[in-house]
């Protein structure tokens, strides 16, 4: 089998020595079709993985031309579905956009995609939430949490309640916000190993807090996620913790401490390469100019 080492190679996170190989097998000759697709979805992988995205980005969109060339849905369905992650992280949400759509619409080609149909739609929360289409957003998160359900799927059912829940907040809608966020505290108490989605409802419970006016209680949530060492917390979770603890300084007329906490969220937000994130220390660093004197 063409592919049995380039699967290997991307099970055991070897992904330098992964995309060589992707590379060989592209320029072999000896794959027609979607089997060439199908190594270039390889490759994009690799990229990806190495947070390659826009190397990864132009590898599928490669494979995306084979498969719809060849009339092969699945490689084609799964080029889409690549590329809508690849793009929403880049932060091209028009194209992120334009891919899940599209892939959507093949699935009745190929039912093998209904797999991948619940993480689509949460990832189209995502792109619309980075668009701030809410209702679309909402739709699109509840969609993928019924999908999550039907799948058994309980974590991923909990983290599309969870955009919900985002979606609100990001509203400034607190009370709307509250009943999801309980509904996922409550389901968390069954999945004591998810310490990553324990930390993201902390930020989560951060921004409500604030949003309530209770400046305290939030700040006592972001320093939940900012302990050192805590599991589950990566760049995003303490960038996104350190832009709502400068909020509840700047709220609270410190605008230095305001300062300290945007630099340490930009720190992270870079680090983690999210473009959406970046948005938001950049919606705390424009508030802190306005706060200026003249």
């Known amino acids: 089998m063409p592919f049995t080492e380039l699967k290997r190679l ?3 996170g070897e992904y330098v020595r992964a995309k060589r190989e992707a590379e060989w097998l592209i320029h072999s000759g000896e794959l027609i079709g979607p089997d060439l697709a199908r190594a270039y979805r390889g490759g994009a992988v690799a990229h990806y993985m190495l947070k390659e995205l826009f190397a990864a980005a132009k590898m599928a969109e490669r494979a995306l031309a084979i498969a719809t060339e060849s009339q092969h849905p699945e490689e084609t369905g799964k080029a889409l579905y690549d590329l809508g992650e690849y793009y929403l992280l880049i932060g091209d949400y028009h194209l992120a956009l334009e891919r899940l759509t599209s892939f959507l619409t093949t699935i009745p080609k190929a039912p093998a995609l209904r797999t991948l149909e619940a993480k689509a739609q949460h990832n189209l929360g995502l792109i619309h939430r980075a668009r701030r289409d809410w209702t679309q957003a909402i739709s699109a998160h509840q969609a993928a949490a019924r999908l999550h359900a039907e799948n058994g799927a309980e974590r991923s059912v909990l983290e599309s309640i969870r955009g919900v ?3 609100h907040l990001q509203q400034e ?8 966020i309980e509904e996922v505290q409550s389901r968390l108490a069954n999945l004591p190993e998810e310490h990553q989605l324990s930390a993201s409802l902390l930020t989560d419970l951060a921004l409500y807090h604030r949003q309530v006016g209770n400046s305290a209680l939030s700040v006592e949530y972001c ?3 900012l302990v050192p060492g805590r599991p589950g917390v990566d760049e995003h979770l303490k960038a996104t913790a ?8 700047l709220d609270q007329g410190r605008p230095t401490e305001a300062d300290l906490f945007a630099n340490l969220a930009l720190e992270e937000a870079l680090k983690a390469q999210h473009p959406f994130l970046m948005n938001r220390v950049n919606d705390l660093r424009r508030r802190l100019l306005q706060a ?3």
Do not use: F, K, S, T
């Open 10 to 12: 991307l099970e055991r």
């Open 165 to 167: 829940a985002w979606c």
């Open 173 to 180: 809608q607190p009370a709307a916000a509250l009943p999801y």
């Open 223 to 225: 320093h939940e996620v």
């Open 242 to 249: 350190y832009v709502i603890a400068g909020e509840n300084a």
């Open 292 to 294: 200026q004197p003249l």
